[in-house]
């Protein structure tokens, strides 16, 4: 075989999963009846997110949008984040779109495929059979989590590094190095420069692996790390190896330099400003309030396409304390999560001889991956190792997120039991060895077929025609409400929103949120908004706190700001906003005013005096 056709050969697998994970997404969504330029997502977060795609479309990168929080300019740098991996995705899409919909629901589908080639490779790392690796590689890209997050948190949705990374903790766990120590060797044979060492072979493929984790998220960043230190440990425990366990501490310390190298551009601005002690205001409680609990991991995914799980997650979600952000693993990750709780429970109960039948090095998978899912499930859990952690103001909250990796796990957990099952049966057939292969192959095959088929029965949600409808409605008001605004009215005008909603992460009003207000910006190309500019600084509070301003004194103070008009945000009023709009009117006199087709924004325009 050549050595072309070799590499084709080994590379097969991974082009099958990619592509049966894109069919999968693109019929199961719909999405060739979907208008591109529409967010598949347009409320709630997603228009944060939005708001980030259309800011690097624009300038290049995320941190400053002058449009933004006007006149002072929107700084995210003030709001510390380490996800520039999907910032420089959303980069490299802007030299094919300027569309920023487009731009979001590219990357969103792409996730999909990529998280199927990733877990593909550790499912093959942990040893389960090609045929059931490329089919539950494609069962965790339909992650219900994957749909749960959406576009609203779409960089969460992007959980394609997590499987790489589980890859190096599961090497810990079972006492392999992440370094190679000894010299690598050239063609030649002769020793490689020592310089070379770290950018070669493993070391390469840990450092790139960090790299990509620390770059992608801070939450899937300390969720591996976490969870690395406890297997380094453990590992430590039972072979006595420093050496390795100096190498699984260099890579969590690799994490964290990663992790600050992202935040830098945060650190330098902190320092040049100083401290918004308004941004990222997080109280320990919400370590347990946004903690899962088990029954929410193995129940039915919400608004399951059959009635009866709908109805029965429906009401847990409702009436069950603590829905936090409703995780679930779906059928096929929860049997194999259940798998693996027997298996931990029988091997602590057998002490360690368990009188399994069977390959040793199956059994002894098993159970590594069982002590990872139950330390992945104590961190995550209400009440669990979390809550110890909030006691001394650790950073994370959102610990429901570890799902992610509880469910990859799972899914491992299925391909080897079913492996074992499909080879168990296949040698009971008369044949070679050649045969016995292709017998194995033949049976494997058909059941991954089936295992994708469920999964996209049960993972996939189930489209909702109204409520896209919907979206694209409200998407083709505001676009159609800012056209006419901006034709009204002067280029680089600015506009004042009311009513003032402090950004990011404050609580409605009245169903309106503060990413709401960001909706006639994102149509925008020659206008200024007040909105959306960073809290806790105080030009944006001053500039906001005008909105509580008596109509007289609020139109002069705006009109010294420059301002040339007033967008009215109707559902954030109890009355729809008519009393702020007469009073203002009964102030400027006739003017030109005119509402979004859907009557949810309304425009004043500021005559000059």
Not at 8 to 18: F, K
Not at 209 to 235: E, K, R
Not at 283 to 298: C, D, I, T, W
Request: glycine share 8%; aromatic share 12%; hydrophobic share 50%.
């Amino acid at each position: 075989m050549s050595a072309a056709r070799a590499v084709a050969v080994r590379l097969a697998p991974y082009g099958i999963a990619a592509v049966v994970s894109l069919l999968a997404v693109w019929f199961g969504l719909n999405l060739w009846a979907v208008d591109w330029r529409v967010p598949f997502y347009y409320s709630g977060d997603a228009l944060a997110v939005a708001s980030h795609f259309k800011t690097i479309i624009e300038t290049g990168w995320f941190t400053h949008q002058p449009d933004l929080g006007a006149p002072y300019g929107q700084f995210y740098s003030d709001y510390p984040q380490a996800d520039n991996l999907h910032f420089i995705a959303a980069d490299v899409l802007r030299l094919f779109t300027s569309d920023f919909g487009v731009a979001m629901n590219v990357y969103f589908v792409i996730g999909f495929p990529l998280a199927a080639i990733t877990a593909l490779w550790f499912l093959r790392l942990v040893g389960v059979g090609t045929p059931l690796a490329v089919a539950l590689g494609v069962v965790y890209s339909l992650a219900p989590y994957h749909f749960i997050k959406g576009e609203g948190h779409l960089f969460l949705a992007a959980y394609f590094v997590v499987p790489l990374a589980v890859g190096l903790i599961y090497l810990v766990a079972t006492g392999r190095p992440l370094w190679a120590l000894r010299p690598t060797e050239r063609a030649d044979g002769t020793p490689a420069r020592r310089w070379l060492r770290p950018v070669t072979g493993r070391n390469a493929a840990t450092v790139a692996t960090v790299a990509l984790l620390g770059t992608a998220s801070s939450y899937y960043s300390v969720f591996v790390a976490l969870v690395l230190a406890v297997a380094g440990l453990s590992a430590l425990w039972r072979s006595r190896a420093w050496r390795r366990f100096f190498g699984a501490a260099a890579a969590g310390l690799l994490i964290a330099g990663v992790m600050l190298v992202n935040l830098t551009p945060s650190i330098l601005y902190r320092l040049a400003n100083g401290v918004n002690e308004a941004v990222l205001v997080r109280s320990p409680p919400e370590a347990e309030l946004y903690s899962f609990k088990l029954s929410s991991l193995l129940l039915p995914v919400p608004g399951h396409r059959f009635g009866p799980f709908a109805t029965l997650r429906q009401l847990y979600d409702t009436y069950y304390p603590l829905p936090s952000e409703e995780p679930a693993l779906g059928l096929i990750a929860a049997a194999g999560f259940v798998a693996l709780v027997v298996v931990a429970v029988h091997f602590l109960l057998s002490a360690g001889r368990t009188g399994w039948r069977g390959p040793g090095e199956s059994t002894r998978t098993l159970a590594v991956l069982a002590g990872l899912a139950l330390v992945a499930f104590l961190f995550g859990t209400v009440g669990g190792l979390s809550t110890l952690l909030s006691f001394v103001d650790f950073p994370i909250r959102s610990w429901n997120r570890i799902a992610i990796l509880i469910a990859l796990l799972a899914l491992a957990a299925v391909g080897l039991l079913l492996d074992g099952l499909v080879r168990r049966v296949a040698g009971r057939m008369r044949g070679t060895t050649r045969t016995g292969t292709r017998r194995v192959t033949a049976l494997a095959v058909p059941l991954a077929v089936l295992l994708v088929l469920l999964a996209v029965w049960d993972q996939i949600p189930p489209v909702d025609a109204e409520a896209r409808a919907a979206t694209v409605a409200a998407y083709d008001s505001d676009e159609t409400f800012t056209e006419q605004v901006e034709a009204d009215v002067a280029p680089e005008c600015l506009i004042y929103q009311l009513p003032y909603i402090a950004f990011p992460e404050s609580p409605p009003v009245n169903g309106a949120t503060d990413s709401d207000e960001l909706r006639p910006f994102l149509h925008s190309e020659t206008l200024r908004w007040s909105a959306g500019g960073i809290k806790g600084r105080a030009p944006i509070d001053e500039v906001g706190a005008l909105a509580s301003l008596p109509a007289p004194q609020l139109v002069d103070a705006v009109e010294d700001l420059g301002a040339c008009g007033f967008v009215l945000d109707r559902a954030a009023y109890t009355d729809s906003g008519s009393t702020v709009v007469d009073q203002i009117t009964a102030v400027v006199g006739p003017t030109t005013t005119f509402d979004s087709p859907d009557g949810r924004f309304t425009f004043l325009e500021l005559p000059q005096r």
